[in-house]
């Protein structure tokens, strides 16, 4: 059992930055794809950026490529997901999502392929 924790969500203006961490109850962190996707009300989860298990690797939305970068530190058991440039759209709930599961690029993007989920933190970026 994989337990996710977001933190790092809130309030900001227009321009401004965030990071966002995904800290994760598991033995052997290492060997779990994170992902960050983000919903608002009355639409569909969509995907945000994805980190292999050992870093290598990273997908981003095209949207968010240029504003926005996944890490992770294996050693404290955290994804980050740095957020520059804000808009008003990027306003949602982030979650992370964790399965051990590798798969070819087009597949990070996908929620079904996520066992583990976090409750969410909320982003909300003023105009």
């Known amino acids: 059992q994989v337990q996710l924790v977001e933190s790092g969500g809130g309030l900001v203006q227009a321009g401004d930055s965030l990071r966002l961490s995904c800290a994760a109850s598991?033995?052997?962190?290492?060997?779990?794809?994170i992902g960050w996707f983000r919903q608002t009300p009355g639409k569909k989860r969509e995907f945000v950026a994805a980190i292999s298990r050992g870093g290598t690797f990273t997908y981003y939305a095209d949207s968010m490529k240029g504003r926005f970068t996944i890490s992770r530190d294996n050693a404290k058991n955290t994804v980050y997901l740095q957020m520059n440039s804000l808009k008003p759209e990027d306003t949602a709930v982030y979650y992370c999502a964790a399965d051990s599961s590798t798969w070819g690029s087009s597949a990070y993007g996908q929620p079904a392929n996520y066992d583990y989920w976090g409750q969410g933190t909320q982003v909300t970026v003023s105009s």
């Open positions: 598991v033995r052997s962190f290492s060997s779990y794809t």
